[in-house]
């Protein structure tokens, strides 16, 4: 059975798609940030494809064939591996400061789009969003194809972010999350310029910078600036009427159902939305940090910090794939000096029973054999219960254990 491990990225409307390309993309002069995008994408001649066949993980009643390494468990075999959410201490809520702040900000975009996907009743599961190289990366769980216009409806002035009854924790955090968009990017200059300059003298005083980033606070200050202006033109481009989409890309999956045999009804099979954005950075790991020096327009190297944030915290299994890929080899290994991942904690969410997730092995190395060799290694640990970094040790939150941050820290 032949695989392919590339990720198709969804066309975006009529007459504009986010395809593949080396043509280099025009300013259609609507209401933009000075900073400019990138040159153009990678060819999707640059995937990778192979044979790979890790089958049953561990003991299932039904007969299930893995073509690509994935991860399953049943309720009882992670019984032993994590503690059940009530169990779980909470902790006091945090604020995002510095460049933590651009964290915020995307995690306010997959609060509405999800919204408005749930709106147009859609199960995303989770959205998760990422910049890079002057662009933000969107996926999702499921329905990725419908994200973009999701996010348009809900910059709409008439959009009314609800949710099922008895649920109206989560439907008032996306009306907040509305509001602080609306804010900081909608109304006039001004709430941009404050956001920024609050972002800015955070970074600055802070004590120390991150030792892993190998950056001065006023390269920190450059990367987060830029970043902060890409969502601007997002946000702004999503609520006009023409929109392009020319800053923002949908990262869709290959259809797993289709490719992994023999898979009951009442079981899901999904590659996590974090793991389709860092699979795509990794197929071309070079391309995406020159066109991130481009952008900059750095001359010679630097780190480029690259933020994810969605609703939650990733799952225990995408939680310990990002740490396996800061290690030698990996897409995030601060030894390549070229991609830093940044969130804005480190807490590991909760490892799903019933649920076949395929894994994004290129993150872990650029062998593929070698990528492969560690991903069925994660698995084994993680199923084993002798994976440290996927276990719950860190407080959650006094609200929602496994959500991004609490309630209570939204201010800007």
């Known amino acids: 059975m032949r695989i392919s491990r590339d990720l198709r990225l969804i066309p975006t409307g009529s007459g504009e798609s986010n395809e593949v390309s080396n043509d280099a993309r025009t300013d259609e002069g609507n209401d933009r940030q000075s900073i400019e995008t990138p040159m153009s994408h990678p060819e999707e001649a640059s995937q990778h494809q192979g044979t790979h066949s890790y089958l049953r993980c561990c003991p299932h009643p039904h007969a299930i064939t893995f073509a690509p390494p994935a991860f399953y468990a049943s309720e009882r075999d992670l019984a032993n591996v994590q503690k059940p959410p009530s169990a779980i201490a909470g902790s006091k809520s945090k604020s995002y400061l510095g460049y933590n702040r651009i964290c915020q900000a995307l995690r306010h975009i997959a609060g509405v789009v999800y919204a408005a996907m749930r709106e147009a009743k859609l199960k995303p599961k989770e959205i998760q969003l990422s910049i890079m190289a002057g662009k933000i990366y969107i996926s999702s769980n499921f329905h990725a194809d419908k994200i973009l216009e999701a996010l348009s409806r809900s910059q709409r002035p008439e959009f009314k972010p609800s949710w099922k009854v008895g649920d109206s924790k989560n439907g008032e955090r996306a009306k907040r999350y509305q509001r602080h968009l609306q804010r900081n990017f909608l109304q006039g200059s001004g709430g941009l310029d404050r956001l920024r300059n609050k972002m800015h003298g955070e970074i600055m005083r802070e004590e120390f910078p991150k030792v892993e980033w190998q950056l001065s606070k006023d390269e920190i200050a450059l ?5 902060l202006t890409t969502i601007y033109n997002v946000i702004q481009d999503a609520a006009g009427k023409n929109r392009l989409y020319k800053d923002i890309i949908a990262v869709h999956q290959e259809d797993y ?17 974090e793991q389709n954005i860092a699979s795509l950075f990794a197929s ?17 190297n630097m780190s480029i910090i690259v933020p994810f944030s969605g609703r939650y915290v990733p799952c225990g299994v995408c ?20 991609f830093v991942l940044q969130r804005s904690g480190r807490r590991a969410g909760m490892l799903y029973h019933d649920e076949i997730q395929v894994l994004a092995p290129e993150m872990l190395h650029c062998n593929p054999s070698m990528a492969l060799i560690r991903a069925e290694n994660l698995i084994e640990r993680l199923l084993s219960g002798t994976n440290d970094e996927a276990k719950n040790t860190d407080p959650g939150l006094i609200c929602e254990p496994y959500a991004t941050d609490s309630d209570s820290c939204d201010d800007v």
């Open 223 to 227: 990367q987060a600036d830029a970043s």
């Open 257 to 273: 159902g289709e490719i992994i045999d023999n898979v009951p009804a009442d079981i899901s099979v999904a590659r996590h939305a």
């Open 284 to 300: 071309s790991k070079d391309f995406y940090y020159h066109s991130s020096l481009e952008w900059l327009r750095i001359k010679g």
């Open 319 to 338: 939680h310990a794939i990002e740490r396996e890929a800061e290690k030698d080899g990996g897409i995030f290994s601060a030894g390549d000096k070229q």
